[in-house]
């Protein structure tokens, strides 16, 4: 039980462990250790059901549950769960929204701030429920600029419903206590949207006590070198086998290098993407790549440790985004081919932590790809510097300590009581419209 100083955080986020991907990991991490800075953390969640769009086994699909994932009580609550399709992942947001408004304040502890996960945009409806429901305030972590990246990537089309939902994210922002993004791209774009509201640049991060050579094994190696025998530095991808991603790019750039020229490549994943790819490696002839399975979270460290380079891939400019793949490839000491511009590019490059290209220039990327597989005092280089900017600028623990902060001004602000937890004092929201 918290102490009665302790004030409660309730992270609110359609997605959590056991599932895989950024976000997951990257709040169970700082959940983690906000509790370890005094915070008494719960989690509201979905039943798991990402990336395959089918409820985990051993979950009831109708039930909620209430465990521990590591050291936090997380409560998880049905949604009907989807895969692919537009109109069905609205169905899958608008559900968990509201079963989370519907069973949130049975089942958590009131809690003296919400900090709440977006995309989706639209878990921002729950948040302003439950918001009023405890009379406490939320803050909106943005990690994708909704719906401004839905019309970038042609998921959406400017239109009636794009502009509705334009009005909830304005709404959200001026109704939010604060709002954390995790690239400066966003935070600007959250200040000239909302110029009132206090905002915060929360990075990702990595644990690099985690990753680095030397937790790299026998099988990872197997594993990365399961692709035959062509020499040379293997370049590896670990992630989303997603449209997004632009993957065909690493496909093209391997069918036009010659035979003598060294390296290739590994990915490692699934997603919506991974049959066509697999069959372009078939169809065309391509020996230079190699795609396995997804593989635990847990041995994600092993195999980065086990490659030689980092490649890192966007199909298109998207605002605001930063792979996280960018911070475990540095804790990783691996040089990054960066196929991105924008605010990952200059991550990357002011780190010296690798080579950035644009998306879509074929010309710029095979330059930046031999400069790296046939120099490998460039890549100890960028390697070493990479790993100095993991373990100072994205260190999770330099994270966590800025987002304590940065949450602990807030409640003492709206409460008025410096160092101590918050109490009804705090100015409810208006009732959710």
Known sequence: ???PHEP???ILSQYFPPEMGAPQVRLSELGERLLDRGWAVEVLTALPNYPTGRVFPGYAKLRPVVEEVGRLRTVRVPLWPSKTGFAKRLVSYFTFAGAAALWGPGRCRTPDLLWVESPPLFIGYAARHLSWRWRRPYVLNVSDLWPESAIRMGIV???FLTRRAQDLERSL???AAGVTGQSREIVEAVARTSPGTPTRLI????????????HADDEARALLGAGGGRPGPVFLYAGLLGWAQGLDQVLDLAKTLPPEVPGRF??????PERERLLARLETEG???????PAQPRERIPALLGAADAAIITLGMAIPGAVPSKIYEAMASALPILLVAGGEPARRVEDAGAGLAVPAGDADALRDAFLRLAENPDLRAELGAAARRTAETTYDRDVIADQ???FLSGLLETRSGRRGSAPERRLRPHDPPS
Not at 203 to 212: A, I, K, L, S
């Open 1 to 3: 039980m918290p102490r």
């Open 8 to 10: 409660r955080l309730l």
């Open 157 to 159: 089309r400017e239109g």
């Open 173 to 175: 922002y001026e109704h």
């Open 203 to 214: 990075t990702n991060g990595v644990d690099p006590r985690r990753f680095g050579p030397e």
């Open 266 to 271: 590994v990915l490692v994943g699934d997603g």
């Open 286 to 292: 391509i020996d230079r790549v190699t795609i396995l």
């Open 403 to 405: 987002l304590h902060d």
